[in-house]
């Protein structure tokens, strides 16, 4: 029996001791159902994105887009509030970035180059770490020309038991107009990742 259970530990550790490999998602085609941390993957910015990006483009103000006469209004993309304890900026700047490009070819709104936005973004972001005040965002959209912002905000809960780990994510996109400061539509999205032994 003892050597039964001696060749079964041993055949587990050699089995676990394979090389490890670089693979590309044509070679693992399920390379990104696995959760490999607690920051926002693929899959999470799909999901993300595909709860916000239709009530969005069928909102109130999206659809005021689209009927009203006269020149085209002018979006600017402003980056999300990170309120997480996770570093997970560079996928909400991807996220924003795939609601710009929907915005762009599949709205009559006129898109403000995200890339010609860097000092004000930078600025903006400053600001916003004290306090948000709308009426900031408005001075910077009346500098970049844009009649309204899309951006939002994340916010995170965190629960620890012994060595396992929850992030509980809720996110907020909004569009607002920047003249008044109003928000003019706002979508909340929640997902939830762990670290489960």
């Given amino acids: ?3 039964n259970i001696v060749f079964f530990v041993l055949l587990i550790l050699l089995s676990s001791c394979g090389r490890a490999q670089y693979v590309r998602d044509s070679e693992a ?3 990104d159902d ?7 993957d693929r899959r999470d910015l799909d999901r993300l994105y595909l709860d916000n990006i239709d009530k969005m483009m069928n909102s109130k103000i999206a659809n005021q887009w689209e009927t009203q006469s006269g020149p085209s209004p002018t979006v600017a993309i402003f980056p999300m509030r990170n309120e997480t304890s ?3 900026d560079n996928a909400l700047e991807t996220l924003l970035s795939k609601f710009e490009t929907d915005i762009v070819n599949q709205s009559r709104a006129d898109v403000v180059s995200h890339e010609n936005q860097v000092d004000l973004i930078a600025e903006v972001r400053r ?4 306090a948000y005040d709308p009426k900031r965002l408005a001075r910077y959209g009346k500098q970049l020309g844009a009649q309204y912002f899309i ?4 916010f995170d809960e965190t629960d620890f038991a012994g060595d396992e780990r929850r992030v509980q994510y809720t996110m907020f996109v909004q569009i607002i107009n ?5 928000v ?3 979508n909340e999205s929640a997902l939830t990742k762990a670290f489960l032994r």
Avoid at 151 to 154: C, F, Q, S, W
């Fill in 1 to 3: 029996m003892k050597i």
């Fill in 29 to 31: 085609p399920d390379i």
């Fill in 34 to 40: 696995y959760a490999l941390s607690l920051r926002f």
């Fill in 86 to 88: 996770e570093h997970i």
């Fill in 127 to 130: 600001q916003q770490q004290d």
């Fill in 151 to 154: 951006t939002g905000k994340v």
């Fill in 178 to 182: 920047v003249e008044t400061g109003k």
């Fill in 184 to 186: 003019e539509w706002q």
